[in-house]
């Protein structure tokens, strides 16, 4: 059955504190705005039970109540949101193609802000369990569920050993598997010191996962010692896994550049190595990611989309769908020289302004036209007809002879 095919100027991959910016911005530009979100509003940040470094809560504020308002904001400016999972992403015929299961989506532009997923332990039987069935990632949704019952936690980070604090306000029991020799964790110290006072956990140093086992539900997790080899089960309610992410680029693989670890590279302004593709947030070839950076990104992605779908409609409206054939002159008005030649340019023009139609492209701030036009320094006279490039000329003395021969043709 052929699928479903829906229009958008931009549409935004990944919803959570970069993607829901980025679609800000795009719905306050009155651009027709989609953000697709394969989960759940929000992203990472709603793991975090309090955010205390972002600007504007002096008090701090729990993730999962940021990310609300961040939702809140995007509906008022009337961005269209599908909680579904992308399947697929192409070009076609000018526009980008973000493929759901049952509708394709074209854009003008594309903003990729699917950030990172949790890693996994790769232990035998781990997919089994995963989410609703004893392991999970976030302490902050699932905490409740596990009043007075055993958990365990796998890693010592900073969100390990901070959500294992978190939980030990309802479990009994917190174990902590940490791979390192005792005392060692990866952790703020601050973090590491009130984990260790706390008498409600317990920490199983030089152990990793190898197992999972139970029934319909996880019930125990089966650790081995690093240092002999001893297997250790522990049995417990639930699992919580905080051992780092991994980009979610999947999708993009082979049409987006990206890092050998799968990380999407880009510019200062977000552009990708796609023309029209931005990428912002966690998912970005970067040195910090946190929610105010995301924000960053996700504004500058956002207010890149908007120029370039402005510039798009443009150029089609006003060169590629000319019923004459167009001139463009590309320059940049820095340079003395250009503008000199912008003159003559002016001039030759006034002779065939009925027949032919002068547009002045000035590439000083970006040189997306000049690429787009194959021109490989300034000054340059392109000429295009019915939609097509049919000539490029440098030498502006030349101009006029071959705006006579385009006439004639």
Not at 84 to 100: H, I, L, N, P, W
Not at 111 to 117: F, R, V
Not at 261 to 286: H, L, P, Q
Request: aromatic share 10%.
């Amino acid at each position: 059955m052929e699928k479903k095919k829906e229009y958008y100027d931009v549409v935004v991959v990944g919803g959570g504190p970069a993607g829901m910016t980025a679609a800000i911005y795009c719905g306050r530009a009155r651009l027709k705005t989609l953000l697709i979100e394969k989960s759940l509003l929000g992203g990472l940040a709603t793991y975090t039970s309090e955010i205390e470094n972002y600007p504007g809560f002096p008090e701090g504020i729990g993730g999962t109540e940021l990310m609300k308002l961040f939702d809140r904001q995007c509906r008022k400016f009337d961005v269209d949101i599908k909680l579904t999972d992308v399947k697929a992403f192409r070009e076609d015929c000018g526009y980008k193609v973000v493929s759901t299961f049952r509708v394709d989506y074209y854009a003008k532009a594309v903003i990729i802000a699917t950030g990172n997923k949790p890693r996994l332990t790769g232990a035998r039987d781990e997919e089994k369990f995963l989410y609703d069935k004893g392991i999970s990632f976030c302490a902050t949704c699932d905490a409740a569920y596990y009043t007075d019952k055993v958990v365990m936690i796998i890693g010592s980070g900073d969100a390990a050993i901070e959500e294992g604090i978190f939980l030990t306000k309802f479990a009994k029991k917190v174990y902590v598997s940490v791979i390192h020799d005792k005392g060692i964790m990866d952790a703020n110290k601050v973090a590491q010191e009130k984990a260790l006072r706390n008498e409600k956990m317990s920490f199983l140093w030089n152990t990793m996962a190898d197992s999972f086992e139970g029934g319909e539900r996880l019930e125990r997790v089966v650790l081995k010692n690093l240092k002999t080899g001893e297997l250790l089960p522990v049995n417990v309610d639930g699992c919580f896994l905080f051992i780092g992410y991994i980009p979610d680029t999947e999708t993009f693989r082979g049409l987006i550049e990206m890092t050998q670890r799968g990380y999407i590279k880009t510019n200062e302004n977000m552009e990708t190595s796609m023309e029209g593709v931005y990428a912002a947030g966690d998912v970005r070839d970067k040195f910090l990611r946190q929610v105010a950076t995301a924000v960053g990104d996700g504004a500058i992605a956002g207010v890149m989309a908007e120029k370039y779908v402005e510039e798009a409609d443009y150029v089609k409206k006003e060169i590629l769908e000319c019923n004459k054939p167009v001139m463009v002159y590309v320059y940049n008005a820095v340079e003395a020289a250009d503008r000199e030649y912008l003159t003559r340019i002016e001039q030759f023009h006034m002779e065939y302004e009925n027949k032919i139609k002068l547009y002045r492209a000035d590439i000083y701030k970006s040189d997306k036209l000049a690429c787009k036009f194959g021109c490989e320094k300034t000054p340059c006279v392109v000429f295009v007809k019915d939609g097509n490039v049919i000539k490029r000329e440098y030498d502006i003395d030349n101009v006029k002879s071959a705006i006579s021969g385009i006439l004639e043709e």
